[in-house]
């Protein structure tokens, strides 16, 4: 394998990848109206902009995971960015709305290797101990990142343009370009599946018969359910029903963000995996109990943004210990298993975002928030139920930290 990366080197572009695919999708999310009028278009049509990109981000882990199990982890990252940069200017001179979807589709195909291989390299290079403070840098940039997205953008906005958004993530997938050029192979070839491509797809069936990983994956997913909720139905709740200006709604989700990454943080700090997952799933399920009841009954401002911080800082736990139990249960297909984790956790905010304006956005997001939890809870429960930890643990040995 030659050169290793240094601890910096490796952490500051672990974290970077990370944060590329959510950026990519959500960015410039602000300027959607100012696109409506120069593609001449209706504001779903442009909204669809959103929805390719998370297609993309799905479908392209499912496809950078496998490949990067057989050619190892730095060829399938250069060749994505320098996708991503080709579609990118595609995407500043788009002559059409539906040519700039399809870009919008490359782009998120693109950023997808990001996250996936992010996740496999972080296994690659640490051991169980070392590889949960990896996941739980990763964690808090995967909870962050989406949130702190739209924040930028709305900043970025009304100083250069839409097209402006999308030249910055140009200089962002320049930047990423000349990262990975130093990034050295964290994959021996001795180490690489030399397998068909057939036996590739195949990996799929193979890492869905483990239980336990599927349980993660799946509390993964449910907890991503929530995030994605909050975004989707945050605009609408903070701008709309309690009237808070732009600029405020800013604060209000850098706050959110900001509980999301503490939290990914102090996750570490439990004694085992398992224990912060119990913890933190058990703590979403109360969090969005009340935060339903509090939706359901006109509370104001300050109490539906309490519960939502706690709410969220809760589901910022469960980001880097589930993370970390998955990929340890499936060392020997990396690639494949941080695929199909990242996948469903994009394909459930996919599928989870509409739904909270079916109806009441109030009681939509609150019915949501709770039924995510509820689903994250009992993945957690199946998936320990082999290794004798019970929620009676958390309500009996509540003491998470090391002394």
């Not at 490949?67 to 001179?93: N, Q």
């Not at 939290?263 to 224990?275: D, I, M, T, Y």
């Not at 969220?312 to 998955?326: I, N, P, R, V």
Request: hydrophobic residues 55%; aromatic residues 12%; proline residues 3%.
């Amino acid at each position: 394998m030659g050169k290793r990366n240094s601890l910096l080197f490796l952490f500051v572009l672990l974290g970077a990848l990370t944060a590329f695919g959510p950026f990519v999708t959500d960015m410039y999310l602000p300027s959607l109206p100012s696109m409506v009028h120069y593609f001449q278009t209706s504001s779903s049509m442009v909204q669809l902009g959103l929805t390719t990109s998370m297609i993309g981000l799905a479908v392209g882990q499912l496809f950078f995971g496998p490949i990067s199990d057989k050619y190892g982890r730095r060829l399938p990252l250069l060749g994505a960015i320098l996708l991503f940069i080709v579609s990118t200017v595609g995407c500043i001179f788009a002559p059409s709305i539906e040519v700039f979807l399809f870009l919008r589709l490359i782009q998120g195909i693109a950023g997808a290797s990001g996250i996936v291989i992010a996740r496999s390299v972080a296994t690659d290079s640490f051991s169980n101990k070392d590889l949960g403070k990896a996941m739980a840098i990763i964690g808090a940039i995967n909870g962050v990142a989406p949130v702190a997205a739209p924040v930028a953008g709305g900043f970025l906005t009304d100083t250069v343009g839409w097209r402006g958004i999308f030249v910055i993530l140009l200089l962002i997938g320049i930047l990423l370009l000349f990262g990975i050029l130093r990034f050295h192979e964290s994959l021996p070839v001795n180490m690489r599946r030399s397998v068909r491509w057939l036996d590739l797809i195949f990996s799929f069936g193979h890492v869905l018969k483990n239980r336990a990983y599927v349980c993660y994956v799946l509390q993964m997913g449910f907890a991503m359910g929530v995030l994605f909720a909050n975004i989707s139905s945050s605009p609408f709740i903070v701008q709309e029903h309690y009237g808070f200006s732009a600029v405020m709604f800013s604060v209000v989700f850098g706050l959110n963000s900001l509980a999301i990454g503490v939290a990914a943080g102090l996750s570490v700090k439990f004694k085992s995996p398992e224990n912060v997952t119990l913890a933190g799933c058990a703590g979403m399920v109360i969090f969005a109990a009340m935060e339903c009841f509090a939706l359901n009954t006109n509370c104001d401002f300050w109490v539906y943004e309490g519960l939502l911080v706690g709410l969220l800082f809760m589901m910022g736990l469960t980001f880097t210990s589930s993370t970390t139990l998955a990929m340890a249960l499936e060392r020997e297909n990396s690639g494949t298993a941080s695929a199909l984790l990242g996948a469903a956790g994009f394909a459930f905010g996919g599928l989870v975002s509409p739904l909270v304006s079916l109806g009441d956005i109030l009681s939509g997001t609150g019915a949501i928030f709770l039924i995510c939890s509820l689903s994250s809870l009992l993945c957690v429960l199946w998936a320990l139920r082999p290794s004798g930890i019970y929620l009676k643990q958390l309500l009996f040995r509540w003491i998470p930290f090391r002394h």
